[in-house]
């Protein structure tokens, strides 16, 4: 009688998974990036959003829209305003401030 030896098989296979994903949940995502993937995240934020076809919607206008939101409205908090803030004072900065960081 002849003995079995098990084998290893590899498939490769494609799945397509629906998610639904909350703001809560992107936010804690968002949280455990460090610095670089973060500068990275708004990188290719910025990169899709330039793609976006719609003059009349485009990047552009949808930050505005965000800010003015977070400006006015009940939802937001002055912890998400002085982030954002924050981000928008670093990235303005003179090259000689980004240096000595």
Not at 46 to 71: F, N, T
């Amino acid at each position: 009688m002849k003995t079995r030896h098990p084998r290893t098989v590899t498939v490769k296979q494609t799945v397509a998974v629906e998610l639904e994903v909350s703001p809560e949940s992107l936010a804690k995502f968002f949280c455990e990036l460090d610095d670089e993937e973060l500068a990275q995240f708004f990188i290719e934020a910025a990169k899709i959003a330039g793609q976006w076809e719609e003059p009349s919607w485009g990047a552009d206008w949808q930050w505005h829209v965000v800010g003015r939101h977070l400006a006015n409205c009940a939802c937001s908090t002055d912890a998400a305003r002085e982030m954002v803030a924050t981000i928008a004072r670093a990235a303005n900065a003179e090259p000689e401030a980004r240096a000595a960081e």
